[in-house]
């Protein structure tokens, strides 16, 4: 299945047909609040990251509909490779760097940026990009290398994963935005917004020792969730993920999508690689269990094109 083009005359809303993430015409379904349209999601394409995050958080009512004066903020990427951002396993520092800029110019008090990497946690910060970038934008670079970081919770909702080791610094946040990229992957089919969650925990070999798709669904019911899932989509690793082997591995996809929703936006982002959401077992599990909405007809989406 091709990608289909964005609509190209400004915001347009409506329902999405079949699978892929509402790239064909739909129907006008207009609505207002506080001069900003209502949408569950937003696709944005054919720009740089950091162009297309001020064109799509505005499309939300910008990110003081997220944030209060004098919040804590973290923002998670993925910087679980050390790879350079060509390579496209980690999270563009660019889009990373813009979110951080929206989070202050909202009046977060402070912001934290981490991952639990798989990589060596120092090579994956600095030849990823994101350290740079979002010291560069004002965020403090917390470590996540050291399993003091971390408290246990319960998860009373799972079927598999009922407890975990959470970073502390997600616990004590106001507000948590989940930003991952978009890649292939070896174990999980696709990282997506649900998957990124697991650089919060810290043993995540029990993940993939008792039934990886469950686990990714189980801690997506936990309760702190990401206030905004951010899926980073401008180049995408399109095979031998999670860490992909060159540059040759990698297609230029120039695409971003926004929503609360964890599960929608994961829905949405499935479709780039001309799947339906239905394709990844973790996504059957999480609509299953009632996480999120993984039909995409039932929808409000605004599609941007730079």
């Given at each position: 299945m091709k990608r289909r083009d964005f609509i190209k005359t400004g915001i347009t809303t409506g329902l999405v047909t079949g699978a892929a993430l509402a790239f064909g015409n739909t129907t006008s379904i207009f609505?207002?609040?506080?001069?900003?349209?209502?949408?569950?999601?937003?696709?944005?394409?054919g720009g740089k990251p950091d162009a297309m995050f001020d064109k799509g958080i505005q499309a939300l009512g910008g990110m003081k509909s997220f944030i209060k004066a004098g919040q804590t903020v973290?923002?998670?990427?993925?910087?679980?490779?050390?790879?350079?951002?060509?390579?496209?396993?980690?999270t563009n520092p660019a889009l990373v760097k813009r979110i951080i800029e929206h989070?202050?110019?909202?009046?977060?008090?402070?912001?934290y940026v981490f991952d639990n990497t798989c990589d060596n946690w120092a090579k994956c910060y600095q030849n990823s990009g994101i350290e740079k970038a979002a010291k560069e934008a004002g965020a403090k670079v917390a470590p996540a290398n050291?399993?003091?970081y971390y408290q246990s919770v319960s998860i009373s909702k799972a079927k598999k994963l009922k407890?975990?080791?959470?970073?502390?610094?997600?616990?004590?946040?106001?507000?948590?935005?989940n930003v991952p990229v978009l890649k292939h992957h070896s174990s999980a089919d696709m990282t997506l917004s649900m998957k990124n969650l697991m650089g919060v925990v810290w043993d995540r070999r029990y993940w993939h020792l008792h039934d990886l798709h469950q686990c990714i669904a189980d801690y997506a019911t936990f309760s702190k969730?990401?206030?905004?899932?951010?899926?980073?989509?401008?180049?995408?690793?399109?095979?031998?993920?999670?860490?992909?082997?060159?540059?040759?591995?990698?297609?230029?996809?120039q695409s971003q999508i926004i929503s609360t929703d964890m599960v929608?936006?994961?829905?949405?982002?499935?479709?780039?690689?001309?799947?339906k959401p239905e394709d990844v077992r973790f996504m059957r599990i999480a609509s299953d269990m009632n996480i999120g909405q993984i039909d995409l007809n039932k929808l409000k989406i605004a599609r941007l094109n730079m």
């Open positions: 609505k207002t609040e506080n001069n900003y349209a209502v949408y569950d999601l937003v696709a944005v394409k973290v923002v998670k990427p993925n910087i679980g490779w050390d790879v350079s951002p060509e390579r496209a396993a980690n989070c202050f110019n909202a009046g977060a008090k402070t912001v050291t399993e003091s407890s975990a080791k959470v970073h502390e610094l997600i616990l004590e946040s106001d507000v948590f935005i969730k990401p206030t905004l899932n951010i899926i980073d989509a401008y180049r995408v690793l399109m095979k031998n993920g999670p860490r992909g082997t060159s540059e040759a591995d990698v297609k230029l996809f929608a936006a994961d829905a949405a982002a499935i479709s780039l690689f001309g799947k």
